[in-house]
């Protein structure tokens, strides 16, 4: 039997990697007094439900003078742990500082640390030597250790070949796209949605102006041909169309969404381990308050927060809604990005820069804008 004793950390990511490595059958959380209880019960909980056997024990690491606390708690400790055990020293490395190290080096204690990169290495003799390579974190077990629950993604609606068609064409056809949909306000005077079926929906081609009409028609036409509707009623007044999945229609409608689809496009690109969006999920699930993020991705345990804007202009708060997602979900070293369609004023770009937000803006070269991707994931690689 293994037991792991490793201390809490508000980012409990290389607590998690080693659990992953070591799949121990018991588990010491040291935290101290005054640590987030609410953050600590969430990593508990995640943990119980992976079927982990958990005990937290609190002790006084940063502030305690007294030379002999620490040894004498940890002497307790190790002896009432049973076989192999192995200590998890904290990525910060200000264990050293508290005498603790050299304490357990001389315990029967296997001690790991856990390197940026998410690489382990372990204590022996004079030195450390490495043992394993990352364990990549996927964004449900980053979601669910930090205590929330996913409710719904679109990531595979945007692995299908008929929608990536769609995406291209928007694309090529955007001033198009724009003039028909994103000025036409939502449920507005050219359609609405089809009594007691949300597959359906009815649009009035003559509230459109002559250029509106063809544009309408070179989109329902290429959506035919892509197999994603089908047209249930053709009259002058009204045509009834049928999409073959809800999803496909939200898609079409929603501001938006193809420019989440063209980032998750773009992040699989750059190399994410693994990359999910228009993300639902829940921190209480209790209230049952949804909270969404269009795009999340983590590379080398690193976690990226993107925010897409299909906008004429930024505002302040898609700042402030971003960095609060970000911290909230992963912490300050989330990487955050505002991906969007707009070009920053000189205000948004100096309020982006104070926290810590970059900000990519589409122009529709996608090789152009995955170089920009790149840059930004080259400057958060891991050493």
């Given at each position: 039997?293994?037991?792991?004793?490793?201390?809490?950390?508000?980012?409990?990511?290389?607590?998690?990697?080693?659990?992953?490595?070591?799949?121990?059958?018991?588990?010491?959380?040291?935290?101290?007094?005054?640590?987030?209880?609410?953050?600590?019960?969430?990593?508990?909980?995640?943990?119980?439900?992976?079927?982990?056997?958990?005990?937290?024990?609190?002790?006084?690491?940063?502030?305690?003078?007294?030379?002999?606390?620490?040894?004498?708690?940890?002497?307790?400790?190790?002896?009432?742990?049973?076989?192999?055990?192995?200590?998890?020293?904290?990525?910060?490395?200000?264990?050293?500082?508290?005498?603790?190290?050299?304490?357990?080096?001389?315990?029967?204690?296997?001690?790991?640390?856990?390197?940026?990169?998410?690489?382990i290495w372990e204590k022996e003799n004079s030195g450390f030597h490495f043992v394993g390579d990352a364990t990549n974190i996927d964004v449900?077990?980053?979601?669910?250790?930090?205590?929330?629950?996913?409710?719904?993604?679109?990531?595979?609606?945007?692995?299908?070949?008929?929608?990536?068609?769609?995406?291209?064409?928007?694309?090529?056809?955007?001033?198009?796209?724009?003039?028909?949909?994103?000025?036409?306000?939502?449920?507005?005077?050219?359609?609405?949605?089809?009594?007691?079926?949300?597959?359906?929906?009815?649009?009035?081609?003559?509230?459109?102006?002559?250029?509106?009409?063809?544009?309408?028609?070179?989109?329902?036409?290429?959506?035919?041909?892509q197999d994603i509707i089908r047209i249930h009623q053709k009259l002058k007044s009204q045509v009834i169309i049928n999409f073959k999945h809800?999803?496909?229609k939200s898609y079409l409608l929603k501001t938006g969404t193809w420019l989440e689809h063209r980032c998750f496009v773009l992040m699989n690109?750059?190399?994410?381990?693994?990359?999910?969006?228009?993300?639902?999920?829940?921190?209480?699930?209790?209230?049952?308050?949804?909270?969404?993020?269009?795009?999340?991705?983590?590379?080398?345990?690193?976690?990226?927060?993107?925010?897409?804007?299909?906008?004429?202009?930024?505002?302040?708060?898609?700042?402030?809604?971003?960095?609060?997602?970000?911290?909230?979900?992963?912490?300050?070293?989330?990487?955050?990005?505002?991906?969007?369609?707009?070009?920053?004023?000189?205000?948004?770009?100096?309020?982006?820069?104070?926290?810590?937000?970059?900000?990519?803006?589409?122009?529709?070269?996608?090789?152009?804008?995955?170089?920009?991707?790149?840059?930004?994931?080259?400057?958060?690689?891991?050493?």
């Amino acid at each position: 039997m293994t037991t792991l004793i490793c201390i809490h950390q508000k980012d409990n990511m290389n607590n998690l990697l080693a659990i992953k490595h070591y799949e121990p059958d018991n588990i010491i959380l040291i935290h101290e007094p005054g640590d987030d209880k609410a953050l600590i019960q969430q990593f508990i909980t995640y943990l119980s439900n992976q079927d982990y056997t958990i005990d937290t024990l609190t002790l006084k690491l940063k502030e305690n003078s007294d030379p002999a606390y620490l040894p004498k708690k940890l002497s307790h400790l190790l002896q009432s742990a049973k076989n192999e055990t192995v200590f998890l020293l904290p990525a910060s490395r200000q264990i050293i500082g508290y005498n603790l190290f050299s304490f357990l080096d001389k315990e029967d204690v296997k001690l790991c640390f856990v390197e940026e990169d998410g690489d382990i290495w372990e204590k022996e003799n004079s030195g450390f030597h490495f043992v394993g390579d990352a364990t990549n974190i996927d964004v449900n077990d980053y979601i669910l250790s930090r205590g929330g629950l996913i409710t719904s993604d679109t990531t595979n609606l945007f692995t299908h070949e008929r929608i990536v068609n769609l995406l291209n064409f928007i694309e090529a056809n955007f001033k198009d796209y724009v003039s028909l949909f994103r000025n036409q306000h939502s449920g507005g005077s050219f359609y609405k949605s089809y009594p007691d079926n949300k597959n359906k929906l009815i649009l009035f081609p003559n509230q459109l102006n002559q250029g509106n009409q063809s544009i309408l028609w070179k989109f329902l036409n290429f959506m035919v041909d892509q197999d994603i509707i089908r047209i249930h009623q053709k009259l002058k007044s009204q045509v009834i169309i049928n999409f073959k999945h809800k999803s496909y229609k939200s898609y079409l409608l929603k501001t938006g969404t193809w420019l989440e689809h063209r980032c998750f496009v773009l992040m699989n690109e750059v190399g994410c381990d693994d990359v999910e969006a228009s993300l639902s999920f829940l921190w209480d699930k209790k209230r049952k308050a949804n909270n969404e993020i269009d795009v999340i991705g983590i590379k080398d345990n690193q976690l990226y927060v993107v925010s897409c804007k299909d906008r004429s202009h930024i505002e302040p708060e898609f700042i402030n809604e971003l960095y609060s997602n970000a911290v909230h979900l992963g912490n300050e070293a989330a990487v955050k990005i505002l991906f969007t369609t707009a070009a920053p004023t000189r205000g948004i770009i100096d309020k982006a820069n104070e926290f810590g937000v970059h900000i990519i803006t589409y122009s529709f070269d996608t090789d152009k804008t995955l170089d920009q991707f790149l840059k930004i994931v080259s400057l958060n690689l891991k050493p």
